[in-house]
């Protein structure tokens, strides 16, 4: 073994003065290095000549020029006093090397006349630098980062683990830990029972002392108290080795107890601990993983899981703990964990399990589970035949999913029969959400807009930590009627709480939680999705970007398909059709696992409309027939159906086939009576169409534009602008087309720039979530002090060297941005966010 970094300069500094007399003490653990230390002191002292006594000097006998002992620690009280005197007599050059046993007072007195001389040299593990170093001595060559991470775990940074990992070529790092394994366990062999006894019991967990090592070892506490010392004083139950290290350790000294002790111990270890009332929740999970199996146990571990601020992963990780330890119904517990935490392979096959339980609430249960992992996993329709088979269930909760199941497939009568049978249970602020989420989407079949969001917008007042998997989120649920409804400052409010506030664990993701919640990609694609639309193609691909390279594993592939598809979006309207072909065929792929529903019309539009960019309209045919039929099953909804019909319309347009346009365009029109959303996109068809046909009226593009505008379609309106500038046969229209798209593209700019400066810190876990304060570009802000001073559009118009028309678009696009329902409105909330004096009057 090489001599660690921190005795290269004590050692150095003997050897330059060998004949000087020297006092130094080395301390430090098991495979420290402290042997390797006193080696190179005795090599040192050699070379130069100075006899070398290994140890101390017998009762008349000379101690000569040097006097060097290792293992000081198994000295007896007599040898140590004789050390000391030999120290403080500065008559030769002594060195020793010893555990830091605090207890054992000879030695203390030792350390101390020599600390008196010159500091004490204590040993350690060795830092990621230093086992770098020591690795490229042993190799050769420069080790990988991943060899370094592989050794810190496997060797926990001592040097004596790191030479045996070592010792043979190749790094597998299996191969690594089983060679440093083999050496730590060789190395606890030369301690004595007791000593091993006592690492077997700290190494479960830091907080165990004396007391406790005495209750499990039936032992005196002084006895206890010398054996803890002793063993702590090996540096091997430290408390900066990491988890996984400390794990090692803890099964090298069981292998070197036996297995009969060490279940002996550990079953009298919790045995006191339980009827101390001390148990922690550490080594609780530790015993139970380590197989022991007790009710108290099991109990103890659940009532652990249960508590409200034990996160996902956590949770199920004591559930499974509770269920090893012999705990009776907690699978369904343990299940609801996974999937929240986002295991939904083994979550799902747990469910699956349970589905014939004798229980009725673990079947319950079970239909939940199971049915929320088909959801995730694009399997909607196998949650509806889940909820059918359940039937209709009094709680809230459960009946909710069975709404959106049954809706999301067009399966109307299992949506209207979910919820059934006399209400159980107290009416919790969690059921009553429920209640109105499924409301809500019960009533967006024939209810007007407003009103379906009144409801929906009532599900949204609990955290949704107190939320049951399901589905959907409530908040993904609001956000995709807001979507489909053309309503994008709800949607932005609705998805901004959730990914930045206080709307559960997908908002603390984002702000730094440790746990990541089930719903979060799905929140941001969201968000993505409504970026994309607006033409901040920029901020949606970092949204995509981030969702598709996060270190979580595989996507669920209702995720992965709202991912890939808004990123055939973004690089649809891009024009880059490179990406776009690779996105496109991305989405496909996972497209054909899926079985789609109204909930996925969006995406499954955008690949409609790239499809026949690509010629390939063909292999989308039978998804756009799938959830044309849900829609027609639901009775055409215009809140649901509106999106598809419009993706229908640009689908007809790019295909250059005007036939094919018509019907949808037809069913534009005739939702239009009741979806001013509707009636928008059925304009802004047909002005299209003019527009292609080199028919342009500059009102009409110019009315239709900003109808798109305000409806969250930024992009399509600076789309119809430019084409409008393009197909114009006149030079003046064409111009005042072209500055109409500049002007959109300006409001485009502005916002990325907004989102690009606004900062991402999350709030504090129970803090109130109010609103984020609305960005104004530059000109907006001009175009807003001049209003709240009463200026008339031309006025502020000629004073910014813009036209009035100009001006009435910047006034649009922020009361749209602050989500003022009229005009008094905005010019209220303008005077609070710009803090201006109110004005005289009200120009128009």
């Known amino acids: 073994m090489r001599v660690p970094p921190a005795a290269r300069a004590a050692v150095a500094s003997l050897a330059a003065a060998p004949t000087e007399p020297v006092v130094m003490a080395v301390t430090g653990g098991i495979g420290t290095g402290k042997s390797a230390t006193l080696a190179a002191v005795r090599a040192a002292l050699a070379a130069a000549g100075v006899p070398v006594t290994p140890r101390p000097p017998r009762p008349g006998e000379e101690p000569g020029q040097a006097v060097v002992v290792d293992d000081a620690h198994l000295l007896d009280d007599d040898a140590l006093q004789q050390m000391t005197a030999l120290v403080l007599d500065r008559t030769c050059t002594v060195v020793v090397a010893a555990e830091p046993l605090a207890h054992r007072p000879a030695l203390r007195t030792l350390v101390t006349a020599v600390q008196r001389e010159s500091p004490v040299l204590a040993l350690s593990a060795l830092t990621a630098a230093e086992i770098a170093d020591a690795a490229a001595t042993i190799l050769g060559t420069e080790p990988s980062p991943e060899l370094i991470r592989t050794l810190t775990t496997a060797t926990g940074g001592l040097p004596l683990l790191i030479t045996a990992a070592l010792s043979e070529p190749g790094t597998d790092p299996v191969a ?11 190395r606890l062999r030369w301690c004595n029972d007791a000593v091993l006894d006592a690492v077997v019991v700290l190494s479960l967990s830091g907080e165990l002392g004396a007391a406790d090592l005495a209750a499990a070892m039936r032992i005196e506490v002084p006895d206890a108290v010398a054996l803890v010392d002793r063993a702590r004083a090996s540096g091997l139950p430290g408390p900066s080795f990491p988890d996984t290290f400390l794990q090692r350790v803890h099964h090298c000294a069981a292998h070197s107890v036996g297995a009969a002790r060490h279940r002996q111990l550990e079953t009298t ?6 009827d101390s009332a001390s148990l922690s929740a550490e080594l609780a999970l530790q015993l139970a993983e ?8 099991a109990r103890t571990l659940t009532d652990l899981a249960g508590r409200p601020d034990t996160t996902p992963t956590r949770a199920a990780r004591l559930f499974r703990a509770a269920r090893s330890a012999g705990g009776a119904n907690v699978s369904a517990a343990l299940a609801d964990a996974l999937a929240t935490s986002g295991d939904l392979v083994t979550a799902g096959r747990l469910a699956e399990e349970l589905l014939g339980s004798d229980g009725r609430d673990e079947r319950v249960a079970a239909v939940r589970i199971g049915a929320a992992v088909a959801a995730h996993s694009g399997a909607m329709v196998q949650a509806a035949d889940l909820y059918r088979w359940l039937g209709p269930q009094p709680d809230p909760v459960v009946a909710a999913n069975g709404i959106l199941a049954g809706f999301a497939t067009g399966d109307l009568e299992l949506a209207r029969s979910a919820f ?9 602020s969690a059921s009553r959400a429920a209640r109105c989420l499924g409301d ?8 007007p807009y407003l009103e379906v969001m009144s409801v929906l917008g009532r599900a949204l007042g609990v955290d949704a930590d107190r939320m049951p998997i399901g589905v959907d989120s409530a908040a993904a649920v609001a956000a995709l009627a807001a979507l489909h409804g053309g309503d994008p400052v709800r949607a932005r409010s609705v998805l901004a709480r959730a990914l930045h506030g206080g709307d559960g664990p997908a908002g603390h993701e984002l702000s730094g939680n440790a746990h990541s919640h089930v719903y979060s990609h799905r929140h941001r694609l969201l968000q993505g999705w409504l970026r994309m639309q607006d033409g901040q193609l920029r901020a949606a691909g970092t949204d995509a970007r981030t969702v598709l390279s996060a270190p979580d594993g595989r996507l669920p592939r209702r995720d992965a398909l709202w991912a890939h598809a808004l990123n055939t979006a973004i690089a649809r309207r891009a024009g880059d059709s490179g990406a776009l072909h690779t996105h496109w065929h991305a989405a496909m792929e996972v497209l054909v696992e899926c079985s789609v529903d109204v909930f996925s019309a969006l995406p499954v539009g955008e690949l409609w409309v790239a499809a026949v960019l690509l010629r390939r309209q063909d292999r989308v045919e039978h998804p756009v027939r799938e959830v044309f039929t849900a829609l027609e099953s639901l009775g055409n909804p215009a809140l649901w159906s509106v999106p598809l019909q419009w993706a229908g319309v640009h689908a007809g347009i790019l295909a250059n086939t005007p036939d094919a346009v018509a019907p949808y365009g037809q069913a534009l029109t005739a939702a239009a009576a009741e979806s001013t959303y509707a009636r928008a996109l059925a304009t802004a068809g047909r002005t299209w169409l003019r527009v292609l046909a080199q028919r342009v009226d500059t009102d009409d593009v110019t009315a239709a534009a900003r109808k798109l505008c305000q409806f969250g379609l930024t992009w399509e309106a600076t789309r119809l602008a430019s084409q409008a500038a393009l197909h114009s046969p006149d030079a003046r229209v064409s111009g005042a087309m072209l500055q109409l798209a500049r002007d959109l593209k300006h409001t485009i700019a502005a916002d990325e720039s907004a989102l690009s400066e606004r900062p ?12 984020a304060t609305p960005t104004l570009s530059d000109r907006e802000r001009e175009v807003a002090e001049l209003l709240l001073l009463g200026r ?12 009035a028309k100009t001006v009435e678009h910047h006034v649009a696009r922020i009361r749209r941005r602050l989500g003022a329902e009229s005009r008094s409105e905005m010019l209220s909330m303008l005077r609070a966010l710009l803090d201006t004096a109110p004005a005289g009057s009200d120009p128009t």
């Not at 380590?290 to 146990?297: N, S, V």
């Not at 809500?440 to 209810?447: F, P, T």
């Open 176 to 186: 690594l830990a089983r060679r440093a394994e083999h050496a730590l366990t060789e």
């Open 269 to 274: 270890l919790l045995t006191t601990q339980l």
């Open 290 to 297: 380590h197989g022991l199996q007790d009710a108290r146990l």
């Open 420 to 428: 059934g049978g006399p209400a159980q249970g107290p009416p919790t």
């Open 440 to 447: 809500g989407v019960l009533a967006s079949v024939d209810q």
């Open 760 to 771: 991402s810190a999350g709030t504090r876990r129970g803090e109130v979530v109010r609103p």
């Open 792 to 803: 008339p559009y031309r006025d502020i118009g000629s004073q910014l060297l813009i036209s």
